[in-house]
């Protein structure tokens, strides 16, 4: 019997389902998120684009810095395979931002592909929500009353 062919919808995609997780102080792109997802057996593509506001609980928010202790891209990576475990995903990227980021400047863009789009909700949920909970990543956000807050720190 001869190899499916790349265009056959029984070939199974060779890479990883995890394609993209990281941490950068560069501008996130989120073209590359979802070229990393791209998959020809992919029904739905689901992405999570989270972006720095101007506000947060009624004061107004002139930017942040998010820092990360070391084992955070590890964390994530047990995130991510927590979420492949549990859902029928296809493919999974995930990158946030640390550093010094203005209002409107991405943190977080993630992204997973699946054969149904509720899943693929499910699935992009499930994982900006774990990231949030239990990746080690900190917000210092600064606001315009020349105040500032810590989030997320133990």
Known sequence: MADPSPSDPSASD????IRLLALREEPLDVTEVLEAVSDPRAGAVDVFVGAVRDHDNAQGVTGLDYSAHPSAVDRLREVAEGIVAEHDVLALAGVHRTGSLAI?????VCAVATAHRGEAFAATEAFIDRLKESVP???HQRFTDGTDEWVGTP
């Open 137 to 139: 990543i900190w917000k």
């Open 14 to 17: 060779a890479r990883p389902v």
């Open 104 to 108: 409107g400047d991405l943190a977080v």
